[in-house]
């Protein structure tokens, strides 16, 4: 099957591991930006502040009693006059974590594919660019009934137990394993940042329908980390529907969306113009670079822009 979107083996409701693990193709186009301080512990392919033999060349000082003679730069030795040595600056992997709502705001969407499978793609793309870049990936994928946490490891071992989280959402039916789920982001980010070590890179995927204690996560998240937030927008949200009465259900109660009236489409779009300034805002506070997808436009490209415009910053 293939969505509109041009997506094979999805119908824009859920999403199948065949078509996760086939992005890993289209997933060599993005780029993860290399910034922010690399302070993890492990060998790996980001230089850290830290210096000593490793492989990347940093400066030649002068000898000090205890330097490595193996080091010494005999170039710079001859021309200054005096013993020099080379200093070098260890590249080390960066732990990279994922933290993907799958909650029941994000399984919704008016064109194409529901919230939740444009987060579970980008996600996907997200890991496979990880792992090809030789970090660690970890990450936390949660509903309101059940979530699913992998701790970083190397290679596809980080990235698969997501791929697979992802592929059984919701995971309230699933067995998917993990543990219970979170009452929301809040929940969720707050229990992630218990576990980000300094020097990650952490990326939030969700819709950030709910916003409340987001500063306390933000700065949790941000103060030593790397932060990127991808939002996942439905062009419904952004502006009420024609005059009319629109019957809206949550698969087990029905109620209704009244636009006849000018007052209320205008109190409908000012609603959510107010969160979009409140994200923004956050994203100023503490800083972090905000990345925005849509649920009718294809997740890989625009994906690929937001990450261009964060490296261009």
Same mark, same amino acid.
């Given at each position: 099957?293939?969505?509109?979107?041009?997506?094979?083996?999805?119908?824009?409701?859920?999403?199948? $591991? #065949?078509?996760?693990?086939?992005?890993?193709?289209?997933?060599?186009?993005?780029?993860?930006?290399?910034?922010?301080?690399?302070?993890?512990?492990?060998?790996?392919?980001?230089?850290?502040?830290?210096? &000593?033999?490793?492989?990347?060349?940093?400066?030649?000082?002068?000898?000090?009693?205890?330097?490595?003679?193996?080091?010494?730069?005999?170039?710079?030795?001859?021309?200054?006059?005096?013993?020099?040595?080379?200093?070098?600056?260890?590249?080390?992997?960066?732990?990279?974590?994922?933290?993907?709502?799958?909650?029941?705001?994000?399984?919704?969407?008016?064109?194409?594919?529901?919230?939740? @499978?444009?987060?579970?793609?980008?996600?996907? /793309?997200?890991?496979?660019?990880?792992?090809?870049?030789?970090?660690?990936?970890?990450?936390?994928?949660?509903?309101?009934?059940?979530?699913?946490?992998?701790?970083?490891?190397?290679?596809?071992? =980080?990235?698969?137990?997501?791929?697979?989280?992802?592929? #059984?959402?919701?995971?309230?039916?699933? +067995?998917?394993?993990?543990? +219970?789920?979170?009452?929301?982001?809040?929940?969720?980010?707050?229990? /992630?940042?218990?576990?980000?070590?300094?020097?990650?890179?952490?990326? /939030?995927?969700?819709?950030?329908?709910?916003?409340?204690?987001?500063?306390?996560?933000? &700065?949790?998240?941000?103060?030593?980390?790397?932060?990127? /937030?991808?939002?996942?927008?439905?062009?419904?949200?952004?502006?009420?529907?024609?005059?009319?009465?629109?019957?809206?259900?949550?698969?087990?109660?029905? =109620?209704?969306?009244?636009?006849?009236?000018?007052?209320?489409?205008?109190?409908?779009?000012?609603?959510?113009?107010?969160?979009?300034?409140? $994200?923004?805002? $956050?994203?100023?506070?503490?800083?972090?670079?905000? @990345?925005?997808?849509?649920?009718?436009?294809? @997740?890989?490209?625009?994906?690929?822009?937001?990450?261009?415009?964060?490296?261009?910053?």
């Amino acid at each position: 099957m293939v969505s509109r979107d041009g997506t094979a083996g999805s119908d824009g409701v859920r999403v199948t $591991l #065949a078509e996760l693990l086939g992005l890993r193709v289209e997933a060599a186009r993005l780029r993860i930006a290399r910034r922010g301080r690399i302070l993890a512990t492990r060998h790996g392919g980001h230089l850290s502040r830290f210096r &000593g033999r490793g492989m990347e060349f940093d400066e030649a000082r002068p000898y000090q009693p205890g330097d490595d003679p193996r080091n010494m730069d005999w170039r710079v030795t001859a021309r200054a006059g005096q013993p020099h040595v080379k200093c070098f600056r260890e590249e080390r992997e960066r732990p990279v974590w994922l933290l993907v709502d799958q909650g029941p705001t994000m399984r919704f969407a008016s064109r194409v594919a529901f919230k939740s @499978v444009v987060a579970a793609r980008a996600a996907a /793309l997200l890991g496979w660019s990880v792992t090809a870049g030789g970090d660690r990936l970890g990450g936390l994928v949660f509903d309101e009934a059940r979530h699913l946490e992998q701790r970083p490891l190397a290679r596809t071992a =980080g990235l698969l137990p997501l791929l697979r989280a992802l592929a #059984a959402a919701p995971l309230s039916g699933e +067995g998917t394993g993990g543990g +219970g789920g979170f009452t929301g982001l809040a929940a969720a980010a707050d229990h /992630l940042a218990r576990r980000v070590r300094p020097g990650s890179l952490v990326f /939030l995927l969700s819709d950030f329908a709910d916003l409340a204690a987001a500063d306390a996560w933000a &700065g949790r998240l941000g103060a030593g980390s790397e932060l990127v /937030l991808i939002q996942v927008v439905d062009p419904l949200e952004r502006q009420a529907p024609p005059p009319g009465r629109y019957p809206v259900s949550d698969g087990r109660q029905i =109620g209704w969306l009244d636009t006849r009236s000018a007052a209320a489409r205008r109190a409908y779009a000012e609603r959510f113009a107010e969160r979009e300034a409140r $994200l923004v805002e $956050l994203t100023r506070r503490w800083p972090a670079h905000l @990345v925005r997808l849509a649920t009718d436009a294809p @997740v890989g490209p625009a994906l690929a822009r937001g990450l261009a415009a964060g490296r261009a910053r």
